[in-house]
């Protein structure tokens, strides 16, 4: 009878177990704003020399204070308690093992501004090398900005150099003259704020301390470095044309330490970017394109790794088999691979190649995305993996294996309390034939036969990709947080998947990038019947909001909108763009070449058809996409009698970015939606 009652009791818990988890999901709230707020990112991902620990960067961003702040951060390599190594409320970042492990190089702000400091690996002991600064200045993709010698006693670093002064005579005393911005460069923007106009050198330093050295000089921009194993060169990327505003022509060079010569490594006409030394020294591992960035085909030209050797010689493609945007070249212990990550269809992947070139091996092909990863000693890999439902964490896998381990929990919390919506995939056949990928994320305490309201996602670009990254969908959860489906799809012109997709859109704004999106509505609209096709809405930032501006003014379909940083014309958008040559790859040229065709891919020109009523988010200070844009295109509405209200946020760039701002662009557009759509 004992044992009876006992395997009773056993099977009466173990139907209880359900019962437990769907009420603990039951009990999980919905997103909310402050959530935002709440997830912790890691990055810099590193493992020591002796394999036996991990130094990182967390960041976070805080709603009291509206700003963020990152801190370093240590652990044991084979699971335990991260240790954090600076202040939880201040800038310390790009942490640098030294060669014997033992000391940490990195980057931080005090009272005095930007510095180089040096701390034990305990956090012990914190000194500062040197002050340096800065320039805000275009230099396109920035690679690594600090760098141990092999021997551990220098650091390199890059830092800006004196201000540009222009050659254009200044009256001799002007009235409020330091006031006067005068430019004679065309790249006189950043995408923040104005440019200072100051080139960016490289510079070493004792690591003991004393006056930093330049060892880069004239009128050229050099960053993006990385030692050589015998400590007698840098590597690192510079345009030599001359003629850098007007081009994106980085080349690999080799500065000696002694700042006597400099040695161009390749020259191509595409742009080169973060070279890394073979652990041997015999070869570069870099990022690269081979179209010219004049050509109308180059900013949709996915980014390749090649391996060149270090005395010169022809770079071999290794991504070529792979057909897809790469980055994050870094070495194998050997020298005999190189492994990067790279877009593939909402994902980011793991793979490794053969230096001398050969079959491109998955290593990690997970439904979701790395976005930092190390290599250990004996087939280890340390990687940074988030996916739609998990917020980024630490994770350790092997090569030569399979199976992963979660080693921390920074965001555990938020993911037990809050519902994280999980997004649905689904693909289908454009008005073409081509094969289109997009997501479809349900709302909070979905019940079937109820009908809902939904809202069209566009992503930026346009070459980039939505896909399995929580922190891409902070909106989105807050939207269905709040009753709403969310679509988001990757047209033509996205970049996970493959050149001849990303070259789709190219030349043709608004072509079969817009019908690709109206295919994907039509097909959620058959397939999922809980979708009210009455109160559909659309909203994107950047490109996406280019295409809901084409949108609006081409359907009346979608009966509210909310462009953010959005392009109308494309004419005015080309004289006040910090960096013209996107739009002229793009959008085909440049205006006064062929005006009626920018004109014909401006959603402007089709304001009349207009009906929708459309909320503009926008930054004062965005040098990407001028204000004047989102004035155009409200100024139209409103002419024309459609509901419009215009939103600008000061001191805010491309995009919004302070958290105080967040949440009123986040409650602005909830707001917005749910007048039209409810």
């Given at each position: 009878?004992?044992?009876?009652?006992?395997?009773?009791?056993?099977?009466?818990?173990?139907?209880?177990?359900?019962f437990?988890?769907?009420?603990?999901a039951?009990?999980?709230r919905p997103?909310?704003?402050?959530d935002?707020?709440?997830?912790?990112?890691?990055?810099?991902?590193?493992?020591?020399?002796?394999?036996?620990?991990?130094?990182?960067?967390?960041?976070?961003r805080?709603?009291?204070d509206?700003?963020?702040?990152?801190?370093?951060?240590?652990?044991?390599?084979?699971?335990?308690?991260?240790?954090?190594?600076?202040?939880?409320?201040?800038?310390?970042?790009?942490?640098?093992?030294?060669?014997?492990?033992?000391?940490?190089?990195?980057?931080?702000?005090?009272?005095?501004?930007?510095?180089?400091?040096i701390?034990?690996?305990?956090g012990?002991?914190?000194?500062?090398?040197?002050?340096?600064?800065?320039?805000?200045?275009?230099?396109?993709?920035r690679?690594?900005?600090?760098?141990?010698?092999?021997?551990?006693k220098?650091?390199?670093?890059?830092a800006?150099?004196?201000?540009?002064?222009t050659?254009i005579?200044?009256?001799?005393?002007?009235p409020?003259?330091?006031?006067?911005?005068?430019?004679?460069?065309l790249?006189?923007?950043?995408?923040?704020?104005?440019?200072?106009?100051?080139?960016?050198?490289?510079?070493?330093?004792?690591?003991?301390?004393?006056?930093?050295?330049?060892?880069?000089?004239?009128?050229?921009?050099?960053?993006?470095?990385?030692?050589?194993?015998?400590?007698?060169?840098?590597?690192?990327?510079?345009?030599?044309?001359?003629?850098d505003?007007?081009?994106?022509?980085?080349?690999?060079?080799?500065?000696?330490?002694?700042?006597?010569?400099?040695?161009?490594?390749?020259?191509?006409?595409?742009?080169?970017?973060?070279?890394?030394?073979?652990?041997?020294?015999?070869?570069?591992?870099?990022?690269?394109?081979?179209?010219?960035?004049?050509?109308?085909?180059?900013?949709?030209?996915?980014?390749?790794?090649?391996?060149?050797?270090?005395?010169?010689?022809?770079?071999?493609?290794?991504?070529?088999?792979?057909?897809?945007w790469?980055?994050?070249?870094?070495?194998?212990?050997?020298?005999?691979?190189?492994?990067?990550?790279?877009?593939?269809?909402?994902?980011?992947?793991?793979?490794?190649?053969?230096?001398?070139?050969?079959?491109?091996?998955?290593?990690?092909?997970d439904?979701?995305?790395?976005?930092?990863?190390?290599?250990?000693?004996?087939?280890?890999?340390?990687?940074?993996?988030?996916?739609?439902?998990?917020?980024?964490?630490?994770?350790?896998?092997?090569?030569?294996?399979?199976?992963?381990?979660?080693?921390?929990?920074?965001?555990?919390?938020?993911?037990?309390?809050?519902?994280?919506?999980?997004?649905e995939?689904?693909?289908?056949?454009?008005?073409?034939?081509?094969?289109?990928e997009?997501?479809?994320?349900?709302p909070?305490?979905?019940?079937?036969?109820?009908?809902?309201?939904?809202?069209?996602?566009?992503?930026?670009?346009?070459?980039?990709?939505?896909?399995?990254?929580?922190?891409?969908?902070?909106?989105?959860?807050?939207?269905?947080?709040?009753?709403?489906?969310?679509v988001?799809?990757?047209?033509?012109g996205?970049?996970?998947?493959?050149?001849?997709?990303s070259?789709?859109?190219?030349?043709?704004?608004?072509?079969?990038?817009?019908?690709?999106?109206?295919?994907?509505?039509?097909?959620?609209?058959?397939?999922?019947?809980?979708?009210?096709?009455?109160?559909?809405?659309?909203?994107?930032?950047?490109?996406?909001g280019?295409?809901?501006?084409?949108?609006?003014?081409?359907t009346?379909?979608?009966?509210?909108?909310?462009?953010v940083?959005?392009?109308?014309?494309?004419?005015?958008?080309?004289?006040?763009?910090?960096?013209?040559?996107?739009?002229?790859?793009?959008?085909?040229?440049?205006?006064?070449?062929?005006?009626?065709?920018a004109?014909?891919?401006?959603?402007?020109?089709?304001?009349k058809?207009?009906?929708?009523?459309?909320?503009?988010?926008?930054?004062?200070?965005?040098?990407c996409?001028?204000?004047?844009?989102?004035?155009?295109?409200?100024t139209?509405?409103?002419?024309?009698?459609?509901?419009?209200?215009?939103a600008?946020?000061?001191?805010?760039g491309?995009?919004v970015?302070?958290?105080?701002?967040i949440?009123?662009?986040?409650e602005?557009?909830?707001?917005?939606?749910?007048?039209?759509?409810?």
């Amino acid at each position: 009878n004992e044992m009876y009652k006992k395997c009773f009791l056993y099977i009466f818990l173990l139907l209880l177990i359900p019962f437990f988890v769907f009420s603990q999901a039951v009990n999980k709230r919905p997103w909310n704003i402050e959530d935002t707020f709440r997830i912790k990112n890691i990055g810099n991902l590193q493992v020591s020399p002796d394999n036996r620990y991990l130094l990182f960067t967390v960041s976070k961003r805080s709603l009291r204070d509206n700003r963020s702040y990152t801190s370093i951060w240590v652990m044991p390599a084979k699971g335990g308690e991260p240790v954090s190594l600076t202040s939880l409320n201040g800038s310390a970042f790009s942490p640098r093992w030294s060669p014997d492990g033992r000391k940490i190089a990195y980057f931080s702000t005090d009272k005095d501004g930007l510095g180089l400091w040096i701390m034990n690996r305990d956090g012990s002991v914190k000194r500062k090398l040197t002050i340096l600064e800065r320039s805000n200045a275009y230099l396109g993709m920035r690679g690594n900005e600090l760098s141990w010698s092999p021997c551990g006693k220098m650091l390199a670093y890059t830092a800006a150099g004196p201000r540009h002064y222009t050659n254009i005579p200044r009256p001799t005393d002007p009235p409020n003259g330091n006031d006067v911005m005068v430019v004679d460069r065309l790249l006189y923007k950043a995408f923040y704020y104005y440019s200072d106009l100051r080139r960016t050198y490289v510079w070493v330093i004792s690591a003991d301390g004393g006056k930093p050295r330049q060892i880069s000089f004239g009128d050229y921009d050099y960053h993006s470095i990385s030692w050589s194993p015998d400590g007698k060169r840098i590597a690192c990327v510079s345009n030599r044309t001359g003629k850098d505003d007007y081009n994106a022509n980085n080349d690999i060079c080799l500065l000696s330490v002694d700042g006597s010569d400099m040695i161009q490594l390749t020259h191509t006409v595409g742009p080169e970017y973060t070279p890394v030394y073979s652990p041997d020294g015999k070869k570069i591992a870099y990022l690269g394109r081979i179209r010219d960035h004049r050509s109308k085909e180059s900013d949709a030209e996915l980014r390749k790794v090649y391996v060149i050797p270090s005395d010169g010689g022809a770079p071999v493609n290794l991504t070529a088999p792979l057909d897809r945007w790469s980055q994050s070249p870094t070495w194998s212990y050997d020298s005999k691979e190189v492994y990067f990550t790279a877009q593939n269809s909402g994902r980011v992947c793991l793979y490794r190649a053969p230096a001398d070139g050969g079959k491109v091996i998955p290593v990690i092909e997970d439904n979701g995305q790395i976005t930092s990863f190390s290599l250990g000693k004996n087939g280890e890999i340390f990687y940074v993996y988030t996916d739609f439902t998990h917020p980024p964490e630490i994770y350790w896998s092997i090569v030569y294996g399979s199976g992963k381990e979660k080693l921390t929990s920074f965001n555990k919390k938020i993911t037990e309390e809050v519902e994280i919506i999980e997004s649905e995939e689904f693909s289908y056949p454009s008005f073409d034939g081509l094969r289109i990928e997009g997501w479809l994320m349900k709302p909070y305490g979905f019940k079937k036969g109820k009908k809902y309201p939904m809202v069209l996602a566009v992503h930026g670009g346009p070459h980039g990709q939505y896909g399995y990254r929580l922190s891409r969908t902070y909106l989105f959860q807050f939207l269905a947080a709040n009753g709403y489906v969310v679509v988001f799809i990757n047209p033509r012109g996205s970049s996970g998947y493959g050149q001849k997709f990303s070259d789709g859109c190219v030349g043709d704004l608004g072509g079969g990038d817009y019908k690709d999106l109206m295919c994907g509505v039509d097909y959620v609209l058959k397939k999922y019947d809980f979708i009210d096709p009455d109160r559909l809405g659309v909203t994107g930032g950047s490109y996406g909001g280019y295409m809901t501006n084409w949108i609006i003014t081409h359907t009346n379909r979608f009966k509210a909108a909310v462009p953010v940083a959005s392009i109308s014309n494309l004419i005015s958008q080309w004289g006040t763009d910090a960096n013209t040559l996107w739009f002229e790859s793009d959008g085909g040229g440049m205006p006064f070449e062929n005006y009626e065709k920018a004109w014909d891919m401006s959603p402007l020109k089709y304001i009349k058809n207009c009906n929708t009523p459309t909320l503009f988010i926008h930054g004062a200070w965005d040098f990407c996409v001028n204000l004047g844009q989102a004035e155009e295109m409200f100024t139209a509405l409103k002419k024309l009698g459609v509901e419009t209200v215009l939103a600008i946020y000061p001191n805010e760039g491309h995009g919004v970015r302070q958290p105080a701002h967040i949440v009123d662009y986040y409650e602005r557009t909830l707001n917005w939606f749910n007048k039209y759509l409810r």
